[in-house]
């Protein structure tokens, strides 16, 4: 609410490795990497349905041929440590560069950041991202750091809900939030069909975000989680020996459909708000069909999905960052506020927010 002093959205910054493909690009890629008994076909048709033109992928080269992707002699491709060391050469700088972009749009000098707050589910290293970005953006070195890691698509809800907590407890405090998810370097080698849906839709990239006390910026007004029942076997993600296996059932829409409407409500209506007063929302694009059973759940119009299906068409499906580029989005754009962003991940688990 605009004249009270509370955490807000100071600015955003995002970016995403330099080699871009389209579409027919990555049918190649995906089509390569199958054994023998996944038709081409087969790939091409979850490609048109994924609702994805282009995706960046840090371990495709610049023409869109594989540099990482062919398999070994057992047909399982590259083994957890050396996906580990792509991660870490990818996700590196684009942490740096989005963050440097979020800095930049708030006028905020490095020496002014007392914490960082970083988010991932795709690799693991330590030192790990909290550290890259001291280092490469030059904070201090008594900056705090806390690192919200292998929770998932909705991690940069956590990860705001952590900045939050930590203004409000420093009403000086700055914090630097930052999610960076190179998905691409966990790419499946087999024919479980739910690995090759999650091979077509996730994607490389990274979002950063400032926050302060700031009556005039996107306030943060609200988060709130749920785990919805009986669908614990519907999304995992674990650690394999040839890099992190993904499970996705197919009951996943027809939960978010049953569960999502009432508990955006119940959260809407405790700070005296309905669906219908929302300008804005940033629903997380886990696929063309998770946006859909939201707004079938919210009895939202098609039009409130716009921007989470224009973030999945450009972008693909970048894990946790991509909820920060649907809000920047929405920001670019000037969309009345308040927003809610809401994003789904293993357990099933839901994370929400209002920014008003």
Excluded: K
């Excluded at 910026?217 to 076997?233: E, H, M, N, T």
């Excluded at 650690?239 to 296996?245: A, K, L, R, W």
């Excluded at 063309?288 to 999945?312: D, F, K, N, Q, Y």
């Amino acid at each position: 609410m605009p004249g009270m002093t509370r955490p807000a959205l100071l600015g955003l910054g995002t970016a995403v490795p330099d080699r871009a493909l389209e579409q027919s690009a990555w049918v190649g890629i995906a089509d390569r990497i199958a054994p023998p008994s996944v038709d081409r076909a087969v790939t091409e048709r979850l490609a048109r349905r994924s609702g994805i033109e282009r995706r960046h992928c840090h371990a495709a080269d610049r023409a869109g041929e594989p540099s990482f992707y062919p398999a070994d002699a057992r047909g399982l491709g590259p083994g957890t440590a050396a996906r580990m060391r792509r991660f870490a050469a990818a996700a590196r700088p684009m942490a740096a560069t989005a963050c440097r972009e979020a800095l930049a749009r708030t006028c905020t000098p490095a020496d002014r950041i007392t914490h960082v707050v970083t988010a991932s589910c795709t690799g693991f290293e330590a030192p790990g991202p909290d550290q890259w970005v001291v280092e490469d953006l030059g904070l201090p070195q008594t900056v705090r750091r806390t690192h919200v890691g292998f929770m998932g698509c909705h991690a940069a809800v956590n990860a705001l809900a952590v900045a939050t907590a930590m203004v409000r407890a420093d009403p000086q405090a700055r914090v630097l939030v930052c999610c960076v998810e190179v998905c691409s370097v966990h790419l499946h080698y087999g024919d479980r069909l739910d690995r090759l849906i999650a091979n077509t839709l996730f994607a490389d990239g990274a979002a950063a975000a400032v926050v302060g006390m700031d009556p005039g910026a996107p306030g943060l007004l609200a988060f709130d989680s749920v785990l919805l029942p009986d669908s614990r076997d519907q999304m995992a993600w674990t650690v394999g020996d040839h890099g992190f296996e993904m499970t996705l059932g197919a009951r996943v829409p027809e939960i978010l459909q049953a569960r999502v409407g009432p508990w955006i409500a119940a959260m809407l209506s405790r700070h005296a708000l309905q669906p219908m007063q929302v300008g804005g929302w940033a629903i997380h694009p886990g696929g063309p069909r998770v946006i859909e059973a939201v707004l079938a759940s919210m009895h939202l119009p098609e039009t409130a999905g716009a921007a989470s299906r224009a973030i999945l068409q450009d972008f693909g499906n970048m894990s946790s960052a991509t909820l920060l580029f649907i809000l920047e989005r929405l920001q670019r754009e000037a969309v009345p506020r308040p927003w809610v962003g809401m994003a789904f991940g293993p357990g099933l688990a839901g994370e929400a927010m209002v920014v008003g």
